[in-house]
């Protein structure tokens, strides 16, 4: 979009001048225009009437001033804002045209180019040290490391002399050392005088990885998309919550609870638990007046669940009840199609017997010891003893 900093003189091109830096006289204009911002008094007038931040300023929050710093000297380095956007590193990221934008702003907006001036001024002189070592490589210094054969095998002095040979080809904040290290890494892309690129070998020839991983076609990674494999999965996934939401609907009904028999077993009463039934493997609690045995199915839920203690085929699913009377008595209703064994007397299916405290209860070859609370029981008969006196 027209704009009155984009009518002013383009940036100079790398090829205008003999070497890749910028000549004396544009430094100088860009040093002017940037270091040395004056406005003109009638804008300067225009702003203090309107007492408004103008919106150049807007975007002063992303640049900071090393950003300003680095981006001037890589400029007068290069002369190509196309290489400071592919090779410098800034506190974040900015586009080709953030870059293009913020260089003209510092170059031709006063304002801009005043704040800015004032920020970089502040930096600490270490800052500002780190950010000139930054500084990209000029084409006339990589001409100059260049001429070094890759054979030569070159010590720091040798690097360190031709620094003070040439010290107006090099820039200032150069050592010896950073510019040893640079011509190892143009000798590790072939870059050097007496170097030359082998050409590429014909055919699907593969050199490395990265040459590998270039010739993969992404698109043949992914995996087509199976219908079946998704409706299945999304039918058993229906499933699952189907069921655990039933369990959780029956969580209130449960009336028995079910723990291991250890070594070391719990406490066989509470005061909420009225008889045990335990088992070898298992103990179940009894918590409510009433209790159904059997074995559990999909379509078949009960209290107590024989098959948790050992092999319940031979068991009806609705095996039998275990009911507490208001005189404090327990029986059991054998409801199977199975005899029961109550201390060894059998108690045939439609027909109940009284359970007492250490009864040994068979279902079936699975064999548990009725156990009363009767610290629990006793209070129950007292209360009903009241009730029927009242």
Request: glycine fraction near 4%.
């Amino acid at each position: 979009h027209p704009s009155t900093r984009a009518k002013g003189p383009a940036l100079p091109e790398p090829g205008r001048y003999s070497g890749s830096e910028a000549s004396s006289n544009e430094k100088k204009k860009i040093s002017k225009a940037v270091s040395l911002p004056t406005a003109p008094s009638n804008m300067a007038k225009r702003m203090k009437k309107s007492k408004q931040p103008p919106q150049v300023t807007k975007d002063l929050g992303r640049w900071k001033p090393t950003d300003d710093l680095l981006l001037i000297n890589t400029v007068l380095q290069t002369n190509e804002l196309t290489a400071v956007h592919l090779g410098v590193k800034f506190s974040c990221r900015f586009t080709l045209r953030e870059i293009q934008e913020r260089w003209y702003a510092l170059l031709y907006d006063p304002v801009i180019s005043k704040l800015a001036c004032q920020a970089m001024r502040q930096l600490h002189p270490e800052a500002i040290t780190a950010i000139q070592a930054k500084a990209l490589y000029s084409k006339a210094e990589e001409q100059q490391l260049g001429k070094i054969g890759s054979t030569s095998q070159p010590t720091l002095e040798t690097f360190q002399e031709l620094l003070n040979k040439h010290p107006h080809v090099f820039y200032p904040s150069r050592t010896g050392k950073s510019l040893q290290l640079h011509w190892q890494l143009m000798k590790q892309y072939y870059l050097l005088d007496d170097q030359t690129v082998q050409p590429l070998p014909k055919g699907d020839q593969i050199l490395n990885f990265s040459d590998a991983e270039d010739m993969i076609d992404d698109s043949k990674l992914k995996e087509a998309r199976d219908d079946f494999l998704e409706q299945e999965l999304t039918l058993a996934d229906r499933r699952q919550k189907r069921e655990i939401r039933q369990l959780e609907q029956e969580l209130p009904k449960w009336q028995v609870l079910v723990d291991s028999v250890t070594g070391i077993s719990s406490p066989d009463f509470d005061n909420q638990t009225l008889a045990v039934l335990r088992g070898r493997m298992v103990r179940y609690l009894m918590r409510s007046r009433e209790i159904t045995l059997g074995r559990a199915t999909k379509d078949n839920q009960i209290d107590v669940d024989l098959s948790l203690e050992g092999p319940a085929w031979k068991i009806s699913r609705r095996q039998g009840v275990i009911k507490l009377k208001n005189n404090g008595d327990f029986f059991i209703a054998n409801e199977g199609r199975r005899p029961l064994y109550i201390d060894g007397r059998p108690v045939l299916s439609g027909n109940k017997w009284k359970l007492n405290s250490n009864s040994v209860v068979e279902i079936a070859g699975l064999r548990f010891v009725f156990l009363i609370n009767q610290d629990l029981i006793t209070l129950i008969r007292a209360e009903a003893a009241k009730m029927t006196q009242q």
